[in-house]
């Protein structure tokens, strides 16, 4: 898994590419965390070359969630695979997170 992360003004965006597992899930952690240290008006997560994720990339997308929170990030998941977004709909975190088709609908928000 390969994980960037750029800065455009107040605006974070950090694209994902591969597997998120249990073997990647923390570079995905550790890049979220520093992201969202500078404290980002909105976070965007894209994740456009996620292909697969488990319950780890997804509990680490949720600790992110509630890390946003508490800097009052708004945190944005865009361009999801269907198979992911089967994820996050049968946990019904698709109500919880804010999820769109792709990164211009995330930066619109």
Do not use: H, W
């Amino acid at each position: 898994m390969e994980v960037r992360a750029e800065q455009s003004g107040s605006v974070s965006i950090v694209a994902v590419e591969g597997d998120v597992d249990l073997n990647s899930s923390r570079s995905l952690q550790t890049q979220l965390r520093e992201s969202l240290g500078s404290a980002p008006d909105k976070l965007i997560v894209d994740l456009s070359g996620v292909p697969y994720m488990d319950s780890s990339g997804v509990a680490t997308l949720v600790e992110a969630m509630q890390l946003a929170r508490k800097k009052d990030t708004k945190l944005v998941l865009c361009a999801m695979s269907d198979k992911v977004q089967s994820i996050f709909e049968i946990a019904r975190l698709d109500k919880v997170f804010t999820i769109v088709p792709d990164r211009a609908g995330a930066e619109a928000i």
